[in-house]
């Protein structure tokens, strides 16, 4: 049995990344998946406007929905203020196992928290297992399916507040139409869409960004 996909990334990144610098992690990644092999990774084109909305917000509690390699917990991280947190929810413990070792080649251990297993399970349980009251800012970028009903888990728990941001990636590659009739009908958000191309592809796909208005 050779080694999966995930597992020959986390070498390229061990062989060819500085430790604690997470530019040369995101670079490398980025090299592995353009010349070497494909992976679901948000990417350079739409993780500079992911780079841009964190930048912008400046998040002091965040959220990341489908942590897969840690990629995009890596472009996150790297961005948050000191004291900050990123909640990053992994169901797959074969990837969890991969972003663990990315993030903390990264350095950026003190600013993640990575927890293993299904986002509708642990997100009824944020309160009271990591003392979050609300989050500043959501990445969802987990099964496509996932994206509406989290949402809601997400209202209902109280962990969204006036002004959080929620940046949705894939809405348009593989796609999320549930998700998108949703945010973009509901008064209590205000949605735009950031035009962008699946990662490492020309094939067009999206981030939606939305405003929860309280
Ligand atoms: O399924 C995607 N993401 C969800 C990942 C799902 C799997 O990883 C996290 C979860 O535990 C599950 O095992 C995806 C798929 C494509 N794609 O082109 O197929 C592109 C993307 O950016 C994606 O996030
Ligand atoms: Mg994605």
């Given at each position: 049995t050779g080694s999966t996909r995930p597992q020959r990334l986390l070498r390229a990144v061990q062989k060819k990344a500085t430790q604690g610098d997470p530019q040369s992690v995101i670079a490398t990644i980025d090299h592995f998946c353009r010349h070497s092999e494909w992976a679901m990774?948000?990417?350079?084109e739409k993780g500079s406007i992911l780079d841009s909305v964190v930048t912008e917000l400046n998040p002091s509690s965040a959220l990341e929905l489908g942590?897969?390699?840690?990629y995009s917990t890596v472009r996150i991280a790297r961005l948050l203020p000191p004291g900050s947190k990123l909640i990053t929810l992994e169901f797959n413990p074969a990837y969890a196992a991969v972003a663990r070792q990315v993030i903390a080649w990264a350095g950026l251990n003190d600013k993640v928290q990575l927890v293993e297993g299904p986002s509708g399970d642990l997100i009824p349980q944020m309160k009271e297992l990591?003392?979050?009251?609300?989050?500043d800012f959501v990445f969802l970028d987990h099964w496509k399916d996932r994206y509406l009903p989290d949402t809601k888990l997400l209202e209902e728990c109280g962990l969204?507040?006036?002004g959080t941001v929620l940046l949705a990636d894939n809405v348009i590659c593989p796609g999320t139409p549930e998700y998108l009739e949703y945010i973009r009908n509901s008064s209590r958000y205000e949605s735009r869409y950031f035009k962008s191309h699946l990662e490492y592809t020309k094939v067009e796909d999206g981030l939606e960004k939305s405003v929860f208005l309280g």
């Open positions: 990774n948000v990417g350079d942590t897969y390699c840690g990591f003392g979050v009251q609300t989050f969204l507040r006036k």
